[in-house]
């Protein structure tokens, strides 16, 4: 009977329950589909406005930024046309012995236009066409007999005659056979008499600026949810750019939406009468079938005879009328909330668990939609930055997105379904896929880098990991592989080593090879070969003319009989190496000797002038450290005046040197470990009341406290594993020291510097950690191998982007030349002193430092002259122009640096 009661309480319990839910339920949902009825018009209203602003105002940003662009790119040409006159004019000036005709035919090569985009002229001073590299047909005419020349620029040439220089657009005639809109550069140089001129075609660079802008707005979203996206159409109704790239490049005149209505017609007329206006149209959304009510904006672009627009999907509405309707059900759950009161107590207990569900049930809505909107997002960043492929536990290819398909050539269609290894390259060991399978067969994750193979049998590198998918039970279902393409680092890092091998100028090997091959040797011999007093050549027949010579040297080294079974290199500068992998060093000593003879004994003929040499070498055999004892024969065998030294082990005045060596390795490795490697700091100071600026020195204290200066450890340390951790307590100190001041400061780097990515990496990351990136300098040495690595111009280049400077050490001498400093984008030219020194004694010298002053200030580059040892050098280095004097004049390498700041003097100084 109990039993029978409690059925019957609970019953009733629950019917009246339900009709008071049901009686609440149903008073709120009238009053929610009244107001929702009173206000989705209300609100679709105030959507369709709010959207029409959006995309209007998106269109309008973007037309504004093609104006920018254009004018940036416009205002960048006229820069580069003007450095290029200025270039050639310089040419001109600085070319000796020549007629100018004879001037523009060497120059001729140099006077050609990357891609035809543009070209130069130059008229004489009686308006006579001395070149011209449009029309050929131009040459040696007058100026006035040009009937084909565009009257307006013909104009502007006569003008130019008096007044100097300028730049101009102008529109050329179809009539008078020309189809481009042109910039030009014109200057007259009164020096030599001539008009220059240069020009580049407009049209090329809007095609150019048309192909970066259309590939920028491919990821580019605006709006709710990203919805927003551009499309272009010429004015001929051809796509120009569209989300859907099968539609680009089609005509769209036929187009016509479900309701037959032609809008792409519209938009063009629309465009052509009243520049820009909406307009409304059937469209399916996309990646869809479904149509829906689509507005779009547009705006013509007279300019291109583009129209550009974007458009809104009435779709999106109802998904934020989706979001209104949840704003309304919270207002229905409050108000259940407030007519809870009403319910007797009995429904108390039974409300809050209702509330307890409802929250909980929610709780975990919430989190499963966060998750799958998270996990959306995962796929989505993982499919634009990876490469993705999805396989059944037999290896059956089931998903590949469209970088997969991309980079193997294949379409998704001929993936699917086929095994993996379809893309699978022979040079893949076996054992590789044999660990692969295993490991992931056994529910491990497997990572490596393959080579694959394309349709079109190409080759690529992947950096992939696969994973194993498990169900509820563990079991593998599927495996997802995701691969990263590392090809152009493999290339590269081939690249790379193929130029650390060989000798930019001369073709033979470099001291990097030769010191590679010594390493993997046991017993062989080497010989170094040096060029007698080769700086005194430099100075006196300039160092094109050094440069050349090296070059004929190496030649005929090459060439030679008694070295034809020996490797050649060139170690820097005027030091040659011969390398024999095995050891028989009396008949190796007797051949290089004898080779060295025969080329010597005549004198070298470089560009008419007779050069006789002399050189010295030095023999080590079957040394570990052969490359130092060579070098250490070498120096033996100059110092004594001799033809040839060897390195004899038993030798003791040999030994000495070995020993020394050692000594200044342990010193260097004790100095490290002990902190004792110090910057000195050595003033550069300004002569146009230009700031002051200091060149950080490394010096080592000895254990008694003397100073040691690199000459003494600098040379050996490079053949060490020390050199790169010198570098970067050199870098650390000095940065320390300027942190906080607004001092520019010097830091040398070599070859061995720039090409080190981890040495590169901690001054750059520290300079940017301590705000000196704008103080900063990188005072290179050793140019002539820097400039022949793109690898180390980017490195510079990525300084030059942060802000730091670019300065060029120990210019004229050498390899020096003016091409690298355009290449290297130098900011500072420091002049080498053993020009310097003789500036107010030699003409010659005197001549030099001008052309590289002239050069430097028209390149915006600013001089320094190093080796200022006395007021009179200093004085004449001020009268020719330089911008900055550093010498023991002007002040010697001191440990401590003074620096003001905030109007303040404090030191600071490395301990």
């Known amino acids: 009977m109990t039993g029978r009661i409690s059925t019957v309480t609970l019953v009733v319990s629950i019917l009246i329950s339900l009709t008071f839910t049901t009686i609440i339920i149903w008073n709120l949902n009238t009053v929610f589909q009244k107001h929702k009825y009173e206000h989705e018009n209300e609100l679709k209203d105030f959507y369709t406005q709010k959207q029409k602003i959006l995309i209007q105002n998106e269109v309008k940003r973007l037309k504004e930024r093609i104006d920018t662009i254009r004018q940036s790119a416009y205002e960048d040409s006229e820069l580069v046309l003007r450095q290029q006159v200025e270039t050639v004019e310089s040419l001109l000036i600085n070319m000796p012995g020549k007629n100018i005709n004879e001037k523009i035919k060497i120059l001729s090569s140099s006077l050609k236009w990357d891609n035809s985009s543009g070209y130069f002229f130059i008229l004489s001073s009686d308006k006579n066409v001395l070149y011209d590299g449009s029309r050929t047909d131009y040459a040696r005419k007058k100026l006035s007999d040009l009937d084909k020349m565009h009257p307006e620029l013909k104009q502007l040439i006569t003008d130019e005659y008096n007044e100097g220089n300028g730049s101009y657009s102008y529109q050329n005639s179809d009539k008078l056979s020309y189809d481009n809109n042109e910039l030009i550069y014109l200057k007259y140089s009164p020096e030599q008499k001539l008009l220059i001129g240069a020009s580049l075609y407009l049209d090329k660079i809007d095609t150019q600026l048309k192909k970066h802008l259309v590939e920028t707005l491919d990821n580019e979203r605006f709006g709710y949810k990203n919805y927003g996206y551009f499309w272009i159409s010429d004015t001929d109704y051809n796509a120009v750019f569209n989300v859907n790239k099968k539609r680009i490049g089609k005509n769209n005149y036929n187009l016509a939406d479900v309701n037959g209505k032609y809008f792409f017609r519209e938009f063009i007329d629309i465009a052509f009468t009243k520049g820009s206006g909406f307009t409304e149209y059937q469209w399916n959304l996309p990646g869809s079938e479904k149509p829906s009510t689509k507005i779009s904006y547009l705006q013509l672009y007279p300019d291109w005879n583009w129209v550009i627009g974007a458009g809104f999907y009435y779709e999106d509405f109802y998904e934020q009328l989706k979001y209104e309707e949840e704003i309304s059900n919270r207002r229905l759950s409050e108000s259940i909330r407030k007519n809870t009161v009403i319910i007797v107590s009995v429904f108390v207990v039974i409300f809050f668990i209702s509330i307890a569900i409802y929250r909980r049930i929610r709780s975990i809505e919430n989190a499963q939609l966060n998750h799958l909107n998270a996990l959306t997002q995962y796929k989505t960043v993982i499919d634009s930055s990876s490469i993705v492929s999805t396989t059944d536990t037999n290896g059956i290819i089931t998903h590949a997105n469209d970088q997969f398909c991309e980079i193997t050539g294949y379409s998704a269609d001929k993936l699917i379904g086929n095994k993996h290894n379809i893309i699978g390259h022979p040079d893949n060991p076996k054992n590789v896929y044999k660990d692969l399978w295993e490991t992931i067969s056994s529910g491990n994750i497997w990572r490596g880098i393959i080579k694959n193979m394309t349709a079109d049998g190409g080759y690529f590198f992947q950096k992939t990991t696969v994973v194993p998918f498990k169900d509820m039970n563990g079991d593998i279902i599927r495996y997802i592989s995701l691969s990263h393409d590392v090809t152009e680092v493999f290339e590269n890092k081939s690249r790379l080593q193929k130029q650390l091998n060989v000798d930019f100028l001369t073709g033979l090997g470099s001291r990097t090879n030769l010191v590679n091959i010594i390493s993997s040797s046991k017993q062989s011999d080497l010989a170094l070969i040096d060029i007698d007093n080769f700086h005194r050549i430099n100075e006196a027949y300039g160092m094109v003319t050094g440069d050349d010579l090296l070059m004929e040297f190496a030649r005929k080294l090459n060439q030679n009989n008694y070295l034809a079974s020996y490797d050649l290199f060139r170690l820097h500068s005027d030091v040659f190496a011969v ?63 001799i033809d040839l030294g060897f390195y004899d082990p038993s030798n003791e005045n040999k030994n000495k040197i070995y020993e020394t060596e050692s000594s200044i390795i342990k010193m260097l490795s004790e100095a490290i470990e002990e902190d004792r490697v110090v910057p000195y700091f050595q003033k550069i100071e300004g002569t146009q009341n230009k700031s002051e600026k200091y060149e950080c020195l490394m010096r080592i204290i000895a254990h008694d406290g003397s100073v040691v200066p690199p000459s003494e450890f600098l040379d050996i340390s490079k053949q060490t594993r020390f050199y790169p951790k010198l570098t970067r307590i050199m870098a650390k100190k000095a ?12 830091i040398n780097v070599s070859t061995e510097d720039v090409l080190n990515q981890d040495t590169m990496d901690f001054i750059y990351g520290y300079a940017l950690e301590k705000h000196v990136i704008r103080n900063l300098i990188l005072e290179i040495v050793e140019t002539e191998s820097i400039t022949s690595s793109q690898e180390a111009t980017e490195a510079l280049y990525r300084f030059k982007l942060a802000g730091a400077k670019i300065a060029i050490d120990d210019f004229g001498t050498g390899y020096s030349n003016f091409d690298y400093l355009l290449k290297v984008k130098a900011d500072y030219v420091k002049i080498d002193g053993s020009i310097i020194k003789l500036i107010n004694k030699d003409e010659r010298a005197k001549d030099i430092v001008r052309s590289i002053v002239s050069y430097s200030k028209k390149l915006n580059m600013e001089t320094v002259a190093e080796f200022i040892s006395e007021a009179a050098l200093a004085e004449e280095a001020h009268n020719l122009g330089i911008d900055y004097l ?24 490395n301990q």
């Open 886 to 909: 550093q010498g023991y004049y002007i002040g010697r390498p001191e440990k401590k640096v003074f620096i003001e700041k905030n109007n303040e003097n404090f030191n600071a100084s």
């Open 735 to 746: 940065i320390d020291t300027f942190a906080g001041t607004d001092l520019e400061f010097g």
């Open 579 to 641: 390398f024999s992998y095995s050891s028989n060093i009396e008949e190796f000593s007797a051949n290089v000797e004898k080779a060295v003879s025969e080329i010597t004994k005549s004198a070298f003929t470089i560009q008419g002038k007779e050069i006789l040499l002399r050189t010295s070498i030095g023999v080590a055999s079957g040394s570990k450290n052969l490359l130092a004892h060579a070098d250490a024969a070498l120096q033996h065998a100059k110092a004594t005046n």
